[in-house]
């Protein structure tokens, strides 16, 4: 196993927890005690969870993990997921895109459509679609496309999710209007609604829900039925489901009753 997978392992063991010990995460990993100390050390040095006598600890008490940490989880059904969710921008749209994996590769799926970046895309050099944004990861793969009209909100950065957030993110989206918004959520359930882990995620990517015209959400059938902490939105805003293939049958009818689409992309493959 390699290092990027013992951490993103000890993480995820971390987060479903609350702690893990070194001699529990040895045996359930296949290493060494003295790996997983080390393991332990190290993402401690980076503020991802607080060392403890024989183990560690959730580092702060709303916890998940950090973006760079969760872009190899379920990344077919994400890709798969972002090109499906493309596919419902029509060129000439002002998009709105949270944060997030899932989202991220709806941008990246965005970006090399030839309709949108190639040469029968841009007419006299203009701009063929335009993208609100509050990720400076989105930002900064978007922004060298000529073709994409780049907007980032103010607001203060988030290390764990790349995410600005906060008044100066608010005052933004105050004054825009979208014609569809895209939103990557932690949780998604047909009674408690759509949820981020975070408040002041959760506050913009309301806004962005608000704004628009369509609301798309791109979520991986892990997040059906799960909690986070903050609320986004009811899901009577939410327009169309794009998930994939492992969402159950009784969640489909649930989502459906409720007046949202499903739209369920099979995992490509090899």
């Not at 607001?155 to 933004?172: D, H, I």
Request: aromatic residues 2%; charged residues 25%; negative net charge.
């Amino acid at each position: 196993m390699s290092r990027d997978a013992r951490w993103d392992a000890l993480l995820e063991l971390v987060g479903k927890h609350g702690r893990v010990e070194v001699e529990e995460a040895a045996a359930a990993l296949g290493v060494s005690a003295a790996t997983i100390r080390r393991d332990l050390d190290q993402l401690a040095e980076q503020h991802m969870l607080t060392r403890t006598r024989g183990g560690a600890v959730a580092h702060g008490v709303s916890y998940e993990l950090a973006l760079r940490y969760k872009t190899g989880r379920h990344a077919p059904e994400k890709q798969a997921i972002g090109r499906a969710v493309s596919e419902l921008v029509a060129v000439g749209e002002v998009v709105g895109l949270t944060g997030g994996t899932t989202v991220t590769e709806v941008a990246r799926a965005l970006a090399v459509r030839p309709d949108i970046v190639g040469e029968t895309g841009a007419a006299g050099g203009q701009p063929t679609l335009t993208v609100v944004t509050n990720a400076l990861n989105i930002a900064s793969e978007l922004a060298i496309r000529p073709q994409i009209k780049m907007v980032v909100t103010g607001g203060v950065a988030r290390p764990q999710s790349y995410e600005l957030t906060g008044p100066l993110a608010v005052g933004v989206m105050n004054e825009i209007t979208l014609d569809v918004a895209v939103l990557g959520v932690n949780a998604i359930d047909v009674e408690r609604g759509v949820h981020v882990h975070h408040e002041g995620e959760a506050s913009v990517n309301r806004l962005l829900a608000e704004r628009a015209q369509r609301v798309v959400v791109a979520a991986d059938s892990s997040k059906i039925g799960k909690r986070a902490f903050a609320r986004v939105c009811d899901l009577g805003l939410v327009d169309v489901l794009v998930t994939d293939a492992g969402i159950s049958a009784e969640a489909r009818v649930a989502f459906a009753e409720a007046g949202v689409q499903i739209v369920a992309v099979d995992e490509p493959r090899s």
